[in-house]
């Protein structure tokens, strides 16, 4: 730490500054513990400059959490970590409080050991993002980190890419690299520092992104397993919005040379950029051959760790162009569909059906073979989708009036193209048909 840190104690109530100021006695001699009230705060900062601010809030005080945007929207004091000491605010004032920037909350009554833990991280924490900061701007200086995204430029890609793969084998760690583009459906209009700047609020402070050339950017992910990859995945997508997006290929940092990640990632993205949204994760092996066998596997929605147990795997005709771990991959990619995309869709538009006609018979169940349900007795109306245990959907949407069919659609489609909007789309016109049938009966 600094060899002297200045803590500024914020609160309107004596007892509390007191308390704290007390718990606080085992910092070093050198340090120095000020306070004063919520009011004089402002013109206080300049008198005191803190190192650090410990900000009492009760009851979720309007005035503390204004406090908080107002330091963390000056220049001079926003990267002064703030510790909220909580009493008595509910959890959505702690997240707002969280989301206008403090470093950390403490919850009365107070631990002295706990309050000068956390005091002491906070100072430390600061002063890493500190140097952190200070080797950014000297790297920007140098032309190694260009100073208008704040990522690494792509003369030195491959010797960035390079060392940070030799640092990960060197203390047995995982890590993850992502080759993120736009897809077709980013707006042309769009200049690549916002597509960078979209990347950059999707990770986290210790992974880093590349430009390997002007609309192609590798992601170096820390610490990170392919499940972890994918995640990064959806938030950039999700950060992107409903009319943007971006494909991406990933591998898993093991024992592969360089060269071939690179051959690698490159092929996987191709790949991806078949379609939208889409991750595909590029396994290199190797036998006696000179070049190295690419195995693809889509896992464009897959969050989870791929196993060895393929005993549940569908039966597939032998000349099937995937193997038994693409094949499996598939299949837990669907699983994840089913449960962020298609059980959150049906459930809304049961909502809808029960606000707009009670007396509806509703029924929808998702898995394998999946369907949504409405009835009145004369009229029927049915959303069917099968899944083909590998890649592929059967659509069919049906709507049936004393019998006879007035709407019979069908659709086959790589189920990675499922999204929340399709599903919606494909309800919203079943249920517009439905509803104009009835209302007419």
């Not at 060895?308 to 795997?313: H, K, L, N, R, T």
Request: hydrophobic share 40%.
């Amino acid at each position: 730490m600094s060899d002297i840190n200045t803590v500024l104690i914020v609160s309107n109530k004596e007892d509390i500054v007191n308390q704290i100021s007390q718990k606080l006695v085992l910092l070093r001699n050198l340090d120095k513990i000020k306070s004063c009230t919520i009011e004089q705060a402002n013109t206080a900062l300049d008198e005191f400059e803190p190192n650090i601010i410990l900000l009492h809030c009760e009851n979720n005080n309007k005035e503390s959490l204004e406090f908080v945007k107002k330091i963390k929207n000056d220049s001079q004091y926003n990267t002064v970590p703030i510790l909220l000491i909580n009493e008595n605010c509910t959890r959505e004032a702690i997240i707002e409080a969280f989301d206008l920037g403090i470093s950390d909350v403490i919850f009365m009554p107070i631990i002295d050991y706990e309050l000068l833990i956390r005091t002491i991280w906070a100072l430390q924490k600061n002063e890493l993002n500190q140097n952190v900061e200070s080797k950014t701007n000297f790297l920007a200086s140098l032309g190694i980190i260009q100073p208008e995204t704040g990522v690494y430029a792509q003369k030195y890609c491959d010797d960035f890419i390079k060392n940070e793969i030799n640092q990960t084998r060197k203390y047995a760690s995982r890590a993850c690299i992502l080759l993120v583009s736009q897809d077709r459906k980013y707006p042309t209009c769009k200049n690549p520092k916002e597509f960078i700047a979209t990347i950059k609020n999707s990770i986290r402070m210790n992974d880093s992104v590349i430009i390997k050339d002007v609309d192609e950017f590798y992601v170096y992910l820390q610490k990170t397993k392919l499940n972890g990859a994918y995640s990064v995945f959806e938030r950039i997508n999700n950060n992107l919005g409903i009319d943007s997006g971006a494909n991406a290929g990933v591998v898993e940092v093991q024992n592969q040379k360089f060269e071939d990640i690179k051959e690698a990632l490159a092929a996987a993205l191709r790949k991806a950029n078949e379609n939208t949204n889409s991750l595909i994760v590029a396994s290199d092996f190797y036998n006696e051959q000179d070049e190295p066998v690419l195995n693809f596997k889509n896992a464009a929605e897959h969050n989870q760790d791929i196993d060895d147990d393929i005993d549940d795997m569908p039966k597939i005709k032998s000349n099937s162009k995937y193997d038994k771990n693409s094949i499996k991959l598939f299949n837990q990619a669907y699983d994840m569909k089913i449960k962020v995309v298609m059980e959150p869709v049906f459930k809304k538009y049961e909502r809808i059906v029960r606000l707009k006609k009670q007396e509806c018979a509703l029924s929808s169940y998702v898995g394998t073979k999946s369907a949504f349900k409405i009835s009145t007795g004369s009229a029927n109306a049915v959303l069917n989708i099968d899944y083909d245990g590998i890649n592929h959907v059967f659509i069919k949407l049906t709507v049936l009036n004393n019998g006879q069919k007035r709407l019979f659609e069908t659709e086959t489609i790589e189920f990675n193209e499922l999204d929340y909007r399709k599903i919606s789309v494909m309800l919203s016109n079943l249920l517009e048909k439905f509803f104009a049938i009835t209302e007419k009966d």
